[in-house]
């Protein structure tokens, strides 16, 4: 199962962009539960844009396999490969890494290989990739040829000097006439800023001292004199 023709366009790529500090803790993508349609997303030429549809006996049902807060709307794929992408920018480069966790809902139809793949890229003031990460596809074995969508994750560290994040969906048809690689809450959060390595070891000394003082406080009020 190959995703080369998405991986290949991300590359040279830059997509539309918005301006945006880095919020900690809440979800970056723009629409990534589809329930605005495909607002916020942009298609990329030669590739068909990827859709928005309902929950229902053409897609998945609401009672199949998928997110409990699913909404109304999905992602599904259109033609043979579909893509779709947004890029945050952060306006200035961070100066420290950061942890983050990428997440979404991917799946298919039936026992067919039709597929899904969210990718972000990591890029510098330059445009030029610095890091990424990517989640799915998930293959028919995966869900055990059943129609849904299943979670997956990835979580990892942003590397500083990231300026803009480059969000892909790309969706890809390897048989029947409907392109059938389904997502979902799509999500990108980044947690927190990771402490310098000076910065660390204090924080892990002064709990060193923090516990140690919490023991003996213990040992006092269990042995009073």
Same mark, same amino acid.
């Given at each position: 199962?190959?995703?080369?023709?998405?991986?290949?366009?991300?590359?040279?790529?830059?997509?539309?962009?918005?301006?945006?500090?880095?919020?900690?803790?809440?979800?970056?993508?723009?629409?990534?539960?589809?329930?605005? /349609?495909?607002? !916020?997303?942009?298609?990329?030429? /030669?590739?068909?844009? @990827?859709?928005?549809?309902?929950?229902?006996?053409n897609?998945?049902?609401?009672?199949?396999?998928?997110? *409990?807060d699913?909404?109304?709307k999905?992602?599904?794929?259109?033609?043979?490969? +579909? @893509?779709?992408?947004?890029?945050?920018?952060?306006?200035?480069?961070?100066?420290?890494?950061?942890?983050?966790?990428?997440?979404?809902?991917? /799946? /298919?139809?039936t026992?067919?290989?039709?597929?899904?793949?969210?990718?972000v890229?990591?890029?510098?003031?330059?445009?030029?990739?610095?890091?990424?990460?990517?989640?799915?596809? *998930?293959?028919?074995q995966?869900? !055990?040829?059943?129609?849904?969508?299943?979670?997956?994750?990835?979580? !990892?560290?942003?590397? +500083?000097?990231?300026?803009?994040?480059?969000?892909? $969906?790309?969706m890809?048809? $390897? @048989?029947?006439?409907?392109?059938?690689?389904?997502?979902?809450?799509?999500?990108?959060?980044?947690?927190?800023?990771?402490?310098?390595?000076?910065?660390?070891?204090?924080?892990? $000394?002064?709990?060193?001292?923090?516990?140690?003082?919490?023991?003996?406080?213990?040992?006092?009020?269990?042995?009073?004199?």
């Amino acid at each position: 199962m190959k995703c080369k023709f998405f991986l290949a366009a991300a590359l040279f790529a830059v997509a539309c962009s918005a301006k945006a500090d880095v919020l900690y803790g809440q979800n970056l993508v723009v629409n990534g539960n589809a329930e605005a /349609g495909v607002s !916020g997303w942009t298609g990329y030429t /030669g590739y068909d844009m @990827v859709q928005s549809v309902d929950y229902g006996n053409n897609w998945v049902l609401p009672t199949q396999p998928g997110p *409990v807060d699913r909404g109304n709307k999905m992602f599904a794929g259109f033609g043979q490969y +579909a @893509v779709a992408s947004q890029t945050l920018d952060f306006g200035v480069a961070t100066t420290r890494n950061s942890s983050y966790s990428l997440s979404g809902w991917l /799946g /298919g139809w039936t026992n067919q290989g039709d597929n899904a793949l969210f990718y972000v890229q990591f890029l510098d003031a330059g445009n030029n990739e610095i890091g990424n990460a990517a989640i799915g596809p *998930v293959t028919p074995q995966d869900r !055990g040829n059943q129609t849904g969508l299943f979670y997956r994750e990835s979580v !990892g560290i942003m590397p +500083a000097g990231t300026s803009k994040l480059s969000f892909w $969906l790309s969706m890809e048809r $390897l @048989v029947s006439s409907d392109n059938d690689g389904y997502a979902d809450n799509l999500s990108f959060i980044a947690t927190s800023p990771v402490p310098e390595p000076g910065m660390a070891s204090m924080f892990l $000394l002064g709990l060193g001292m923090l516990a140690g003082v919490v023991r003996r406080n213990r040992r006092a009020s269990t042995n009073p004199l």
